[in-house]
């Protein structure tokens, strides 16, 4: 294939012109299914986050029909859900537990880990860095194609008679490691801890191209201080992942052997059914750990891809550079570190030493001050910029706004004292939907809004996007903000029912508006899905840079090859946020422009640098010249 | 003919919107509206930023303000006025932020809005400015986790001696309780133990457990330390009992704790609320299987001398079930008081 020989991203490489030629030779199963061209898999996995997001939406609407309409006759969803509708037409309490658990399995796994950063990372690292592929292009087929196999696992299991796991996305054991204790443990559970391998691995293959990618394969004078910050957020983002997911692998695999060769790692002195196990000797305390060390961090391999985009997309909306490129560096930076050394914060009443629990505050909250000096530096941006609101820059704005909602609440849950009254309570639910649920969803929208151009050469359609965005945007909060109130007035998560309690016994209309509220906002994606597959046939034609956006991925052809830069890739001379530069003729730069180029606008200490610059270019030329003569 | 009706419905609606968008689009393009950098539709979208921002703001303020009562759950224990006291500080100092942030971050989209001919202004740095905004969160912070962290060493310091013992053991899906009786202390339990008769594995083989008294509530004095030991039979589960602002996971095979003085009896609760069938109520918040949901138990705060009284009158074990007594030895049974 041609892949072998344009994966160097060397600019000498010779004869690039006759690569193209060899594109024409793809089939259907190369271009579409077994590819290995980065942009191709990007959109494998948009595609496939797309279906699983509106699977998981699906299931939220259900759970909050019950939650909303406790006394809703549901006979009609029987064709769909047979059994799981008893007699009377009401859901079946475990059922319920399935659908919060598979809900929130998917959506932070499937749409949010490998919808976002599988699309983004894949698609942007290589066009954006100035690099022909990902280093492994196989690799990153098998990547997607691990996700794929995860993908149909978890989908059979929403099938079986018992019903797919029904533990919490967090399957803690003992319930997951006993079928006697829920009938999802069992073969449901199975399939959970398979897809989950599976989705490791996919995971693991993606992230180690990706740091492979971004240190080895970065275009001339592409140095770590002129990346983009999507690049930065991809990067530390895949460190992240190749750091904690393998914890994951191995408190899964501790499970699996708890729950099918008869150890104790996890279980101790039971009583379940009416017999006495044999185990003892585990802590179900030390799943708790192992999971939450992959758990935490994943919050951020969640959070860091959405907040690249927005500084990405608001810069260049807002025709400003972005406030503190170094400080947002910086913040991504601590940020990366300190996800590894808050996650016990989730445990501070799982029965730990409180020691561990002061010690754990501390840390947590610290990292409220990287997060809010990425609020303030996005502020900043957008202070005296000349902002235009395309679909994209709408939904990095409502990622701000959420990040800031979202995460002023986590002050108050990683504050162990606070947090043993709101633990477990609807608060914690407003918490992370708002700050990593809803957040990220927006940065993945603001990201295919933004380089759908790049993605398919047409332009979605911006009024639709505006529509989505005031019905999305309104919608979340509309669903989450309430859960504030009804998290601080005590409400358990994962109840089926409210009745049983005196003081959970209020707010039924508070209840019933959430879920209509969470109706209106799930139907309001379809606008966006048909927006998405209208667009990508019958969109307007777009222009190369429709932006006018510095990054070099909008210096590749309207529908790039395999390989990205016909010719050469273009080497980059300067930061990627030269926007409004004083003196310049028009209010962009881009990176590929020299500073020679642009002796007007050039700050003193760049004007120093042109000497450097033209000695260089000259002696590329030399090189050329000579390569050319043998 | 419902679904038919409603789907004759769905498709009128569905081709309407279809015909808008078209006839939208179309007109865009001749306007030419598509071309420009930014259309009149940045206009709409900066204002929509300005009526979202004091709509929901008002919304916000609004329903805060009404629904008070109704989501600030009374308090009955002392170390809940203290935690109380830290999320409201943390509510301000968060609250603040919160309004600032969000007033910026709209109005920036109305003021700053795409003016032909404008141009940004070129920002890209001042680290005076970083570093204030950094250092500032940091010592807010600071003050936050400390005031947070001296009231989690004392919530979580050991129990004072004297503490009253109420033992709590969670399993699917209830709540079982058991009193240490008159030497306030709980008997040796294995959960090889358990059968039909005996739902605590108690071993009656131990003397301390030869006064232990079963309760199908908690009953406990007000103003007196009370010790919850936390257990649990088969999966985790977790004991939330809000109007004490205590939580504490029930996990199996690792015994758990949580101590407190509760503040107002359950009749002084009433006559506050003024609601007579008020209680205090114990739920679980650790999923734990089907009937998660209805995991109660009530907890009854009654008056020191009235908790003298009412402990002189229950029954132990034994008492209440001679058979438990099989095996054990004549003078232990004499003890236990059933021979």
């Known amino acids: 294939m041609a892949t072998a020989t344009v994966a160097h991203h060397d600019t000498e490489v010779h004869g690039h012109q006759d690569h193209h030629d060899h594109e024409h030779h793809d089939n259907f199963i190369t271009k579409y299914l077994f590819t290995t061209d980065h942009k191709m898999i990007a959109k494998q996995f948009l595609v496939t986050g797309m279906f699983w997001a509106l699977i998981g939406g699906l299931l939220s609407t259900l759970f909050r029909l019950q939650l909303g309409f406790p006394d ?7 064709p769909i859900l047979g059994g799981w509708i008893d007699e009377a037409g009401k859901l079946d309490p475990t059922f319920y537990l399935a659908l919060v658990t598979m809900h929130g399995t998917i959506m932070v796994f499937f749409v949010l880990t490998a919808g976002l950063s599988g699309t983004f990372s894949n698609f942007l ?15 990153n087929m098998l990547s997607y194609w691990f996700f794929f196999v995860s993908g149909v696992i978890m989908f059979i299991s929403l099938f079986l008679k018992t019903g797919p796991a029904g533990g919490g996305w967090v399957v803690y054991p003992p319930l997951s490691a006993l079928e006697q204790a829920i009938p999802g443990s069992g073969m449901g559970m199975t399939l959970w801890l398979i897809s989950m391998v599976f989705f490791i691995a996919s995971s693991l293959l993606g992230g180690i191209n990706y740091v492979t990618t971004v240190i080895n394969l970065r275009t001339k004078g592409m140095s770590f201080s002129r ?5 930065w957020a991809f990067f530390l983002t895949a460190v992240i992942g190749i750091l904690s997911f393998p914890v994951l692998f191995a408190a ?21 059914a009416g017999e006495a196990l044999p185990n003892t000797g585990g802590s179900p305390v030390l799943y708790q750990h192992l999971f939450w060390f992959l758990g935490h961090p994943e919050v951020y391999i969640v959070l860091l891809p959405a907040l690249g985009i927005t500084s990405e997309v608001i810069a260049t909306n807002s025709r400003k550079p972005i406030f503190g490129y170094k400080a947002m560096v910086i913040s991504l930076l601590g940020i990366t570190v300190l996800s590894f050394i808050v996650w016990a914060h989730h445990m501070f009443v799982s029965g730990m030493n409180p020691f561990l629990g002061s010690i754990f505050m501390f840390l947590t909250l610290i990292i409220a001050v990287p997060s809010a ?44 004292a606070i947090d043993i009254q709101l633990h477990d309570t609807y608060f914690v639910v407003a918490h992370f939907h708002l700050v990593m649920g809803s957040a990220s969803f927006f940065g993945m929208m603001a990201g295919v ?13 911006a009024k639709l996007g505006y529509i989505h965005f005031w019905l999305t945007f309104v919608g979340v909060y509309m669903v989450f903000f309430p859960m504030h109130y009804i998290g601080i007035a005590g409400f358990p998560r994962r109840y089926y029912s409210w009745t049983n309690f005196e003081f959970t016994n209020l707010y039924t209309d508070l209840n019933m508006f959430v879920s209509v509220a969470a109706i209106i906002t799930f139907a309001a994606q379809f606008i966006f899905i048909f927006n998405f597959f209208y667009s990508m046939y019958r969109g307007r034609k777009a222009s190369l840079n429709p932006w006018n956006s510095n990054t070099l991925e909008w210096t590749t052809p309207l529908h790039p090859g395999h390989g990205n830069w016909p010719g050469e890739i273009p080497t980059v001379y300067r930061w990627p946020y030269d926007y409004s530069k004083p003196g310049a003729a028009e209010d962009f730069i881009p990176q590929h422009i020299p500073l020679s180029q642009t002796p007007e606008s050039n700050l003193p200490h760049e004007q120093e640098l042109v000497k450097l610059e033209l000695e260089i270019m000259k002696e590329e030329a030399d090189l050329v010249a000579n390569e050319s003569k043998h | 003919m419902y679904t038919f009706l409603i789907a004759v419905g769905a498709l009128l609606l569905l081709s309407l919107v279809w015909m808008v968008y078209r006839i939208q689009t179309l007109v865009s393009v001749v306007k030419g509206s598509d071309r420009k950098i930014a259309s009149g539709s940045n206009k709409v979208n900066a204002i929509l930023f300005l009526v979202f921002l004091f709509g929901s703001g008002a919304l916000m303020f609004w329903y805060s303000i009404k629904e008070f009562d109704n989501y600030q759950m009374p308090v009955a224990s002392e170390h809940g006025v203290i935690t109380d006291e830290l999320f409201w500080i943390t509510m301000a100092v968060t609250g603040i932020v919160f309004l600032i942030t969000h007033v910026l971050l709209f109005i920036f989209p109305y003021k700053y809005q795409y003016k032909e001919g404008r141009k940004a202004a070129f920002y890209p740095d001042n680290h005076k400015l970083e570093l204030i905004w950094t250092a500032v969160p940091g010592v807010v912070m600071a003050g936050l986790v400390i005031s947070g962290w001296m009231a989690w060493s004392d919530i979580t310091a050991p129990a004072p001696e004297k503490a009253h013992v109420v033992e709590i053991m969670g399993y699917q899906f209830a709540w079982d309780v058991r009193y240490p009786g008159k030497d306030n202390v709980l008997g040796d339990y294995d959960y090889r133990l358990i059968n039909a008769s005996n739902s605590h594995g108690i071993d009656f083989t131990d003397k301390n457990s030869i006064d232990d008294f079963p309760s199908p509530r908690v009953v406990i004095p007000k103003g007196e330390p009370v010790l919850f030991k936390i257990r649990a039979r088969d999966v985790l589960h977790s004991v939330f009992a809000p109007h004490m602002r205590l939580k504490m996971d029930a996990v199996p095979g690792m015994p758990t704790r949580f101590w407190f003085v509760p503040t107002k009896t359950t009749a002084e609760m ?70």
């Open chain 1, 252 to 272: 899964a695999l501790l499970l699996v052997f708890d729950r099918s060769f008869g150890t104790s790692f996890y279980l101790a002195d039971i009583y379940v």
């Open chain 1, 227 to 231: 990346l983009p910050l999507t690049i």
């Open chain 1, 72 to 78: 809703m006759n549901l006979e009609v969803l029987r």
């Open chain 1, 125 to 139: 690292i290589p066009l954006q860095i100035g690099a022909r592929d990902m280093a492994s292009g196989f690799m």
């Open chain 1, 449 to 461: 809004y933004h380089w759908f151009p790049k993605m398919f050469g047409r332009m979605m359609d």
């Open chain 1, 373 to 416: 000096v990425k609020v303030f530096n996005y502020l900043t941006t957008l202070w005296r910029g000349n902002l235009i609101f395309t679909p994209g820059m709408l939904f990095s704005i409502g990622l701000v706004s959420f990040f800031i909602s979202g995460g002023l609440t986590g002050i108050f849950l990683g504050n162990s």
């Open chain 2, 270 to 339: 009433r006559a506050e609320l003024k609601n007579p069938e008020f209680e205090y109520e114990i739920a679980c918040t650790e999923i734990c299987g089907r009937g998660h949901f209805s995991m109660k138990k009530i907890i009854e705060v009654v008056e020191p001398a009235e908790y003298q009284k009412w402990l002189s009158e229950q029954k132990s074990f034994l008492q209440q079930n001679p058979s438990l007594a099989e095996g054990l030895k004549t003078e232990k049974k004499e003890i236990a008081g059933i021979n």
